[in-house]
């Protein structure tokens, strides 16, 4: 029984297109992030949702949009795909904001693998 | 501007010895440093962390130790095992905004 899982799994697509990939957490955690892992393998946050509502967007273009329907879910929608939109993007999840490690650790999916052609 | 940094990409160990992995960061109001393990196909999985009021938390064959004057902290491993094979980050987390930061990572190799 997966903690956060991710669908799909690899996502090929031509430039230009719109795509959306989906994230559901069963952990009944509060916060939910994307994060982007480029080429170069740095893992770097996109986005953090708590309780539905956006809290971090770490200068991402405008073509990416975040939708969180419940707390449970993240998805995220990519418009006009580009070229350098190519890499593994990871879903998380984390009890909430606040103090305390626990709140604070966060669980992964297993990744997308996004490649544009 | 990279806040945290593992200046060694690559780490290669023997099966029984000890592994060291190394971050160094910048940022001085991190409050908690979170090592994360990552096979590859899989995401990232929680592997120890620390608080920084702390300077050495230990967890079974893992431990890590944080010098705050330097702004280093370093993943201890003994023994090392072939499981341990991996891709090892180090997290940092800004508590006010709850953002883990992730260095480059380290890919360990335990040769048996």
């Known amino acids: 029984d997966t903690a956060v899982s991710q669908t799909p799994k690899y996502l090929v697509t031509q430039m230009g297109n719109d795509k959306s990939i989906k994230c559901e957490q069963n952990l009944g955690h509060d916060t939910m992030y994307w994060y982007k892992q480029d080429s170069k393998k740095f893992l770097k946050i996109m986005f953090s949702y708590n309780n539905k509502e956006l809290i971090i967007n770490e200068t991402v273009p405008n073509r990416f949009s975040p939708k969180s329907p419940d707390k449970a879910h993240l998805n995220l929608h990519i418009n006009s795909l580009e070229l350098g939109d190519s890499a593994v993007y990871f879903c998380?999840?984390?009890?909430?904001?606040?103090?305390?490690?626990?709140?604070?650790?966060?669980?992964f999916g297993a990744g997308t693998r996004l490649s544009v052609l | 501007d990279q806040q945290v940094k593992q200046n060694s990409p690559s780490l290669s160990v023997q099966e029984g010895r000890i592994s060291i992995l190394n971050c160094d960061y910048t940022n001085s109001m991190f409050d908690y440093f979170l090592w994360y393990k990552k096979y590859p196909a899989e995401g990232p999985t929680f592997l120890i962390s620390?608080?920084?009021?702390?300077d050495k938390n230990e967890d079974g064959r893992f431990t890590v130790f944080l010098n705050k004057s330097a702004k280093h902290l370093s993943l201890h491993i003994v023994p090392s095992q072939p499981g341990d094979s991996a891709v090892y980050f180090c997290a940092p987390n800004n508590n006010a905004g709850n953002m883990l930061t992730f260095g480059g990572g380290t890919r360990l190799m335990v040769k048996p």
């Open positions: 998380a999840s984390s009890s909430g904001t606040g103090t305390g490690l626990v709140k604070n650790i966060q669980y």
């Open positions: 620390i608080s920084s009021i702390k």
